[in-house]
């Protein structure tokens, strides 16, 4: 391929990413990944489409020591680990075969070493604080649940917990999505990762606190009350309770016209609310998904029954990695050997 062709070819190649099934917050990342790496191979001359296995190996080198304007520290392991995937990925959306990764790879764990070995807190993956119960309760103690507002995030929250369901996938929810029954709530869930449906049963909680039953009810009354008796279930709701207000940027009308919630905008309710429970740690859209898994192995549930609830793949090195932080207490080998 000739570089005089490639600029349109990496515009297209830009937009496939953007348009790529997956959670909106990776799509987003690897875009952005992508964009990294083509400004990086305009300034050294190097080819980004096709790349060879050298020049990623000089790009993963580079990233090492390159500094993030937003964090003024070199990416770290996970983010050079997610800037290969991104360049394979826009290789596949461009039907060209990705560079071989294995030299890039070894850099990779070189570097991963090095920092270990320095003690340095980027060699250590940051996790997302799980939303366990009792953590659940300290956030929804914030909200004013009399408000539509106050409602939708506590909707939000509880059934973002009961369905583990990730945030790009809770937004994407319409009201017909969920039918109450006697036992609770059938929910349709599209998981992105497994690109299928799950019909997801959510049985009513023993706190009407925190029953993801009640709190569904209790959004669609004020929903319909606010006329609103179709579309998306999570919207956006101004401080007068008005739903899908208008938004503008410089003057352009912006946003969902139904209203619905970016995936950005749901993982910000969980921030806010883990935030005035002045809750420690790092919370994301994900605390609520990874808390389910905490919760359901704690309650001895197995690793099938949890995966398939929330739409793991079966054999998930992520639920896996969940498992692996609740049993080191719960099911730890030292225990029992005599000590």
């Known amino acids: ?3 005089r062709v490639l600029p349109s070819v990496l515009a297209r190649c830009s937009t496939d990413l953007k348009r790529i099934r997956t959670a909106d917050s990776t799509r987003r990342a690897y875009a952005s990944d992508w964009e990294q790496f083509t400004d990086w191979c305009a300034v050294t001359g190097s080819s980004p489409l096709p790349a060879s296995p050298e020049c990623v190996i000089e790009y993963v080198t580079h990233l ?6 937003k964090t003024g520290r070199p990416f ?3 983010s050079i680990e997610r800037a290969i995937a991104a ?3 826009a290789h596949r959306a461009a039907n060209i075969q990705p560079p071989e990764t294995k030299g890039a790879r070894m850099v990779l764990t070189g570097y991963r070493d090095q920092l270990a070995r320095a003690k340095d807190p980027a060699a250590r993956t940051r996790k997302a604080a799980p939303a366990v119960p009792a953590r659940l309760r300290d956030m929804l103690a914030t909200l004013d649940r009399v408000t539509l507002i106050g409602k939708r995030d506590a909707a939000l929250l509880l059934l973002g917990f009961a369905s583990a369901a990730r945030v790009s996938e809770l937004v994407a929810l319409d009201l017909p999505d969920l039918v109450e029954t006697e036992q609770g709530i059938e929910a349709a869930v599209y998981r992105l990762k497994v690109k299928a449906f799950t019909d997801t049963a959510i049985p009513y909680g023993s706190n009407p606190a925190t029953c993801p039953v009640r709190a569904l009810r209790a959004l669609r009354e004020a929903m319909t009350e606010a006329g609103r008796t179709d579309g998306p279930l999570f919207v956006r709701v101004d401080r007068h309770g008005r739903i899908a207000p208008p938004m503008y940027r410089r003057g352009v009308p912006i946003g969902d016209s139904s209203g619905r919630l970016t995936a950005q905008a749901a993982a910000q309710v969980v921030e806010r609310a883990a935030d005035a429970a002045g809750l420690e740690g790092q919370w994301t859209g994900h605390s609520l998904r990874r808390g389910f898994a905490t919760a359901a192995r704690k309650a001895g549930h197995d690793i099938v029954t949890i995966g398939r609830h929330g739409g793991w793949a079966d054999g998930s090195k992520a639920l896996l990695g969940y498992f692996e932080d609740v049993d080191r207490w ?3 080998p030292v225990t029992g050997t005599g000590l």
Not at 64 to 69: F, G, I, L
Request: glycine share 0%.
């Open 1 to 3: 391929m000739h570089l």
């Open 64 to 69: 090492k020591t390159a500094v993030r304007p």
């Open 76 to 78: 770290s392991p996970s």
């Open 87 to 89: 360049i394979r990925t």
């Open 330 to 332: 719960e099911d730890n």
